[in-house]
């Protein structure tokens, strides 16, 4: 059982008289070992697709002290996270609405106190997920890029991990060195891959193949049973991506038919049947 699961199970009773069902949130954390690989754009867009298959999306900022999903979205947030953390306003008030129609908690950058994962940092990340989690079909978490502790307690918050790499050397060895990590300290017995900036069709799929061959033979998570890669899709390099963040919109706003926003249409769409079809069925 992960952190999350714990949290979210010593608040099952009710919140407002109402009954939560623990098992209605998923978590899925969208990371990646080497930084600027397109994190923030595929939560973004994945929240907004997965919002037009009639999901209940909350995305968290979970970039503490670099945040910038705010930038992306083209949200001056008022409240963040850290008004949450130090009592100056309700968890309520700090979700606001995105422009695709899913919610967004979000950091605030430079938050210096919070790059680092003291007790409190996580005693307040602990209750707030048992809040939220609840309230929504799926929670996506932005985090950041690499294996700090902040990172990897986000992560270790998450029912589903996401790890987005690009075809580049540098990606794919940071990408391994953040799978080993999860496999050996966090016992993750699967990780799903996207392939983001792919030059071709089917690089994705190579990749996956390459990064499994290489886990197979070093990497084991506790008793041997090894760690998984699931290949979720590849998102082509797509000069629309860089015009959508330049203007601060969504992607699938500015420019639904574009390569890059049918990829993400399909990543959504896959993790819809891998994992969360039980929400959109009940
Ligand atoms: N498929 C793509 N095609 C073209 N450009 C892309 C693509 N994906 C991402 N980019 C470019 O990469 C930039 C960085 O993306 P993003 O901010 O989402 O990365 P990140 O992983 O969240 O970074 P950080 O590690 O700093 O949080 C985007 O602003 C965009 O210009
Ligand atoms: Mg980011």
Redesign the pocket.
């Known amino acids: 059982m992960n952190a999350t699961e714990t949290a979210v199970t010593s608040t099952e009773p009710q919140a407002g008289g109402v009954i939560l069902h623990p098992a209605r949130g998923k978590v899925i954390a969208i990371t990646?070992g080497?930084?600027?690989?397109?994190?923030?754009?595929?939560?973004a867009n994945l929240a907004a697709a997965l919002t037009r298959r009639g999901l209940r999306v909350l995305v968290l900022d979970a970039?503490l002290g670099?945040a910038?999903l705010d930038v992306?979205l083209n949200l001056y947030p008022k409240l963040t996270l850290h008004d949450v953390f130090t009592g100056k306003c309700t968890l309520q008030e700090a979700i606001v609405a995105a422009p695709g129609g899913f919610s967004v908690l979000l950091a605030g950058s430079g938050m210096v106190e919070y790059s680092r994962l003291t007790p409190e940092v996580r005693d307040e990340f602990l209750r707030l997920m048992a809040e939220v989690v609840p309230r929504y079909d799926v929670v996506l978490l932005?985090t950041?890029?690499g294996i700090s502790d902040v990172v990897l307690f986000a992560l270790s918050l998450a029912s589903e991990v996401l790890l987005?790499a690009t075809p580049e050397p540098t990606s794919l060895t940071d990408a391994y060195a953040t799978i080993k990590v999860l496999a050996t300290q966090q016992q993750r017995d699967r990780i799903r891959l996207v392939v983001?900036?792919?030059a071709r069709p089917g690089d994705g799929r190579v990749i996956t193949q390459q990064l499994q061959t290489v886990l197979n033979r070093f990497v084991s998570p506790g008793q041997g049973a090894g760690v998984r890669l699931l290949h979720m899709g590849d998102?082509?390099?797509?000069?629309?991506?860089?015009e959508a963040?330049?203007r601060r919109q969504l992607l699938l706003v500015h420019t639904p038919g574009c390569p890059?926003a049918l990829a993400v249409g399909q990543i959504a769409g896959r993790l819809v049947d891998t994992v969360l079809r039980a929400h959109t069925q009940a």
Do not use: C, E, R, W
């Open positions: 990646s080497k930084g600027g690989v397109g994190k923030t754009f595929l939560s970039d670099l910038n992306v932005d950041g890029a987005v983001n900036q792919a998102i082509p390099v797509d000069p629309a991506v860089k963040v330049m890059a």
